[in-house]
Nanobody, 128 residues
């Protein structure tokens, strides 16, 4: 599966952004999808994940309550809606996909090594 992330940009603190991750080659209904981010000099950080059906979501502690992840199977696209953005949210954001072979894939949803496919990053810069 090929992933194409978009939607990043410059936004003021307190503002909102919606990131998109369009997939081609395979239907996302067979994949756990996630967003990670990486700021300069920092480790890759789990942001959010959504189950194969789109019915179950999970979030990293640093974004909980401010982000929503959604999967549109018809459009084969995953979205990350971010609100009340802070300067600490400044990073490159990456979407990732993991083929759902068994329940262990979901249990490892926060681990970047769980994901086989990655899109290119989209940069988010939050100005204070």
């Amino acid at each position: 599966v090929q992933l194409q992330a978009s939607g990043g940009g410059l936004v003021q603190a307190g503002g909102s952004l919606r990131l998109s991750c369009a997939a081609s080659g395979r239907t996302l209904s067979s994949y756990v999808m996630a967003w990670f981010r990486q700021a300069p000099g920092k480790e890759r950080e789990f942001v959010a994940a959504v189950s194969t059906s789109g019915g179950i979501t999970a979030y990293g502690d640093s974004v909980k309550g401010r982000c929503g992840i959604a999967k549109d199977v018809a459009r084969n696209t995953v979205y990350l809606q971010m609100s009340n953005l802070k300067s600490a949210d400044t990073a490159d954001y990456y979407c990732a996909a993991a083929f759902y072979e068994n329940g262990r894939v979901w249990s490892l949803r926060t681990q970047w090594s769980n994901y086989n496919y990655w899109g290119q990053g989209t940069q988010v810069t939050v100005s204070s």
